[in-house]
């Protein structure tokens, strides 16, 4: 057996230098015995020394040795590990896939994923993120930039209509427009056929397109700034929303809300109907643009895969629309 | 047609009252004509002043609208509707349930849930709630309180183990009552057969149970107190977390990560594997014991559904915990 030495954050081992996670899992496989300042250490005392010299030791492991098991080679870096493709070794290859280890209880920073990102895309490197629960179960979520858009054509209508503002919705009455803005744009919800009943972000939409005049209770007519005003009164996170429905339909999409999926809107990449019913994504706006919690990225996302969508978070970077698509993945 | 007029908070009808719904119900249908001081109120119009004349009238009306339609009678209170099995008329019969009219858009309060089922189990109605989302699609589900317990046997371990705690995990190894945690109990997770890693709420309550002797990576022996605030630095939410857990598994039952779920907790009611694997419930933790937010619920209950499992929502009440199940229900 080879005798490898603990020295400062590495193991040395026959003049070759090995990660803490590698000198564990040989060690957990007895390829290797293990010293440090000459006393022998065993698979117990060495994963306690480790966990004290390198911070999330712990969770690295976990991860490395899963991966390792499954049969890829991995190493550290950039992130926490890159890994190769099955039946390739570091040196004789390029790895595919850059992964970082977080555990589910941390928040993790919504700067932080759109950093990593931006290195997955200058290395040409798919971005892993394994993340470890509180048993020690590890699930894989590929995160990847989408520039996602669609065919639905812009909305034009020949005039204006007019709405009235209700309580928390907007309704059109005996337009001729009505049953064009609903079948055309899969605007609103027809009622009765007498009546379209707008959301708020559909009717902000129109009257910033210049299609929608609306009159409150009190019949004064509400431009964009007070309409915004007064929804945001209702719903603390309207323009965050807005700005996300705005930047969808302006891409082409028809933008539906996602309430019964659990997230802000379901989206489709043409008007329904044309070739299907489906829509092909959920988008989810991350109203705190600071951080995100892993349990709610894993829960949209598991969800999305039952509904066969695919599930998409957008965040607000100055008024400007970022997409990143979290998937689950099978290693 | 029978003529109504609109007087204060109602109108009135051949000398009967109808609520604001009722009588824009029978407006739609064009079944009476209505007016207000002489003057003849339109659909349109009697909307608008309804909308101004009561609170939440809109709401209302969408879900009153929607019962009517799918052919159940209701009438007004004790929250929003009483709503009468098919085929039966008010003063003919029972009502079956209470509603309770929400928006998607309002955080709602736990306290209100926990009156609410209060009030329906005074009254031996099922409690609904009738959400609405922002296009007006109303989503109905039943809150009942759940008194859920199983027949996994208490567990009780001939000596004490002793773990370490590393990072975020607890380790225990080489120890005769290994395996018999893990197979017996379910208790955390074997590796390599050698070792046994614990979550922090497992080492919590083995501890609580002075079975587990934990020590940190600096020699010292942790005290439950001890360890539950090491625990709660990691984890903001640890103590009600573990509340939960505790009480779960004293009603006996099998308590696992709901993680993959994006809930605390999946729950089984009998040792997993004895008669099957699947976990009955999912519970997941109100830790905001103030308000609740309703895309969270719906997601949840959603998630549920799909793996078929029940949603069972759980809140800490002076350490006491009560459990509520929220359903989606086809009316």
Same mark, same amino acid.
């Given at each position: 057996?080879?005798?490898?030495?603990?020295?400062?954050?590495?193991?040395?081992?026959?003049?070759?230098?090995?990660?803490?996670?590698?000198?564990?899992?040989?060690?957990?496989?007895?390829?290797?015995?293990?010293?440090?300042?000459?006393?022998?250490?065993?698979?117990?005392?060495?994963?306690?020394?480790?966990?004290?010299?390198?911070?999330?030791?712990?969770?690295?492991?976990?991860?490395?040795?899963?991966?390792?098991?499954?049969?890829?080679?991995?190493?550290?870096?950039?992130?926490?590990?890159?890994?190769?493709?099955?039946?390739?070794?570091?040196? @004789?290859?390029?790895?595919?896939?850059?992964?970082?280890?977080?555990?589910?209880?941390?928040?993790?920073?919504?700067?932080?994923?759109?950093?990593?990102?931006?290195?997955?895309?200058?290395?040409?490197?798919?971005?892993?993120?394994?993340?470890?629960?509180?048993?020690?179960?590890? @699930?894989?979520?590929?995160?990847?930039?989408?520039?996602?858009?669609?065919?639905?054509?812009?909305?034009?209508?020949?005039?204006?209509?007019?709405?009235?503002?209700?309580?928390?919705?907007?309704?059109?009455?005996?337009?001729? @427009?009505?049953?064009?803005?609903?079948?055309?744009?899969?605007?609103?919800?027809?009622?009765?056929?007498?009546?379209?009943?707008?959301?708020?972000?559909?009717?902000?939409?129109?009257?910033?397109?210049?299609?929608?005049?609306?009159?409150?209770?009190?019949?004064?007519?509400?431009?964009?700034?007070?309409?915004?005003?007064?929804?945001?009164?209702?719903?603390?996170?309207?323009?965050?929303?807005?700005?996300?429905?705005?930047?969808?339909?302006?891409?082409?999409?028809?933008?539906?809300?996602?309430?019964?999926?659990?997230?802000?809107?379901?989206?489709?990449?043409?008007?329904?109907?044309?070739?299907?019913?489906?829509?092909?994504?959920?988008?989810?706006?991350?109203?705190?643009?600071?951080?995100?919690?892993?349990?709610?990225?894993?829960?949209?996302?598991?969800?999305?895969?039952?509904?066969?969508?695919?599930?998409?978070?957008?965040?607000?970077?100055?008024?400007?629309?970022?997409?990143?698509?979290?998937?689950?993945?099978?290693?």
């Amino acid at each position: 057996m080879i005798r490898g030495d603990l020295i400062g954050k590495s193991v040395i081992l026959d003049g070759t230098k090995l990660s803490l996670e590698e000198a564990a899992y040989s060690l957990e496989r007895k390829q290797i015995t293990l010293f440090e300042e000459g006393i022998k250490l065993e698979l117990r005392a060495f994963l306690k020394r480790a966990s004290s010299i390198l911070p999330k030791f712990e969770l690295r492991f976990l991860v490395f040795k899963d991966i390792r098991d499954r049969g890829y080679y991995l190493k550290a870096g950039p992130l926490d590990f890159r890994v190769y493709p099955r039946g390739v070794k570091s040196g @004789t290859g390029e790895s595919r896939y850059i992964i970082h280890v977080l555990s589910e209880r941390e928040p993790i920073a919504v700067d932080m994923i759109l950093q990593d990102l931006e290195l997955s895309e200058n290395l040409k490197k798919r971005l892993l993120y394994a993340v470890v629960d509180e048993e020690g179960d590890i @699930t894989y979520y590929e995160i990847k930039r989408r520039d996602i858009s669609g065919s639905a054509p812009p909305v034009e209508l020949s005039d204006s209509v007019n709405g009235d503002l209700l309580d928390e919705r907007v309704m059109i009455w005996n337009d001729s @427009t009505l049953s064009e803005l609903n079948e055309r744009w899969w605007f609103g919800r027809l009622i009765e056929e007498t009546r379209l009943q707008l959301s708020f972000v559909e009717s902000a939409y129109l009257i910033e397109k210049g299609s929608l005049m609306l009159t409150d209770p009190e019949g004064e007519v509400l431009n964009l700034e007070r309409f915004i005003e007064i929804s945001s009164a209702i719903e603390g996170n309207f323009v965050k929303k807005y700005l996300t429905y705005r930047d969808l339909r302006d891409r082409g999409m028809v933008v539906k809300t996602g309430f019964k999926f659990g997230s802000h809107f379901r989206v489709y990449e043409e008007i329904p109907g044309e070739t299907s019913y489906h829509s092909r994504y959920l988008v989810h706006v991350l109203i705190d643009d600071r951080e995100v919690r892993l349990p709610e990225i894993s829960r949209a996302v598991r969800l999305a895969h039952g509904v066969r969508k695919q599930m998409i978070f957008a965040v607000i970077l100055d008024e400007r629309v970022e997409y990143f698509e979290a998937r689950w993945m099978r290693l």
